[in-house]
């Protein structure tokens, strides 16, 4: 048992609204090979290090962060996230570790929806409850297929990919950039834009598993946790919102105030059977721009996580799913609840429920999606 240390009445630094600050790199990019996709082409991999001691790896493959090493409170540094020594690892993943997942990002029920008259099916990849969805771009999605990178800026990498009209069944061909900057104020900042030549859907997310202890074989159930969200979203059995906005207060999924995560995941509550645990979409506090959505504390190591977005919503999901079925960084099983996924992004289902923020992009938009995670340690 480890021992944590709990501190009450947390001072958050949630009340102001953040904006991205100055991108102040010191720049220090390598770029190696990764490996060898399975028809040949060569993948590459960036590092990204920062004058603080923080180290990004993050490669062409899916536009995957391989690795975020982060200080701790001690100034002891560690990889805080989930994954693979090598490329081989990635190709047969099936768990999104660490990568840039789309064109739809989260569940769409049955796998179909209906734009401007016409209904698209969707590969249904997935089956929570023994209900078919779709999941996270189908069965080839934007984590399973090479992008090409080149450094940009100061200390950042972009990625691009032209994901072609009817790939995955999605209509349009969608260009798709994601950027990942390190700055001197330990930002990692994940930054995702997209075109279309026809009306689509698109919610690209960004998908790493994070532990703050650094050693991936601790349960996140002692992390803290807080979400700016007053609402989140109550599912279905097949974890497909039912198109509520239901208040956070009074139960379980209330993160308004700092909580340790393990506290209430089993508590009796619906939406966490469901879920198997934590496994749901919260709805953000309204605002406008790049603000504060959630922060992440390991009590134990003093490690901190700040997240801030311009999106909607965000998913908090516990790794649940996590079984110890394979074996990542080091050899290591990954078991239940090792990690958790932070993903903010737009509302699941979006293109069946009308009420929901529309997820529908037509030629002449951009989708604009920034994610800035912010490490520091207390
Ligand atoms: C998401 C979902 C989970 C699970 C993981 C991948 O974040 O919310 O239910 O499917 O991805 O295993």
Redesign the pocket.
């Known amino acids: 048992m480890k021992t944590r240390l709990m501190i009450p009445a947390m001072i958050l630094a949630l009340a102001s609204c953040q904006k991205p600050a100055e991108m102040k790199t010191s720049s220090a990019m390598k770029q190696e090979v990764f490996g060898k996709m399975p028809d040949g082409r060569e993948v590459k991999i960036f590092t990204l290090t920062n004058s603080n001691g923080l180290t990004a790896r993050v490669t062409e493959y899916g536009a995957i962060l391989v690795s975020m090493e982060t200080p701790d409170k001690s100034g002891k540094t560690a990889d805080i996230t989930h994954g693979y020594d090598t490329l081989e690892g990635w190709l047969t993943n099936t768990?999104?570790l660490g990568a840039t997942v789309g064109r739809f990002g989260?569940r769409i029920k049955d796998g179909k929806f209906t734009l401007e008259g016409k209904e698209y099916t969707l590969a249904t990849n997935?089956d929570?409850g023994g209900i078919p969805c779709h999941?996270?771009g189908g069965l080839k999605g934007f984590d399973k297929v090479l992008w090409s990178g080149k450094p940009v800026g100061d200390n950042g990498v972009e990625f691009t990919y032209v994901s072609k009209d009817g790939e995955e069944g999605y209509p349009g061909n969608l260009t798709v950039k994601t950027t990942y900057t390190l700055n001197d104020d330990n930002e990692l900042k994940w930054e995702t834009s997209a075109t279309t030549d026809a009306p689509t859907i698109v919610n690209i997310v960004h998908?790493s598993y994070w532990n703050l202890s650094g050693d991936p074989t601790t349960s996140i159930n002692d992390h803290e946790l807080t979400l700016r969200a007053p609402h989140f979203l109550p599912t279905d059995i097949g974890?497909i919102p039912t198109g509520e906005i239901a208040p956070v207060a009074g139960t379980p999924m209330d993160f308004t105030k700092p909580k340790i995560i393990g506290e209430r995941v089993e508590a009796d509550f619906e939406a966490l059977k469901f879920g198997g645990g934590y496994?749901h979409c919260w709805v953000l506090e309204k605002g406008e721009g790049v603000r504060l959505a959630a922060r992440l504390k390991d009590p134990e190591t003093g490690r901190v996580m700040e997240i801030s977005t311009d999106q909607p919503a965000i998913?908090f999901?516990g790794g649940n799913?996590l079984d110890g079925s394979f074996a990542g960084k080091g050899g290591v099983k990954y078991a239940k609840r090792s990690a958790l996924?932070l993903?903010t992004e737009g509302f699941p289902d979006a293109p069946n429920k009308a009420a929901f923020p529309s997820c529908v992009l037509r030629p002449g938009e951009t989708y604009k999606h920034v994610m800035i995670h912010k490490f520091s340690a207390e």
């Open positions: 768990s999104y989260n997935n929570p999941l996270h998908h974890l496994d998913q999901y799913f996924c993903e």
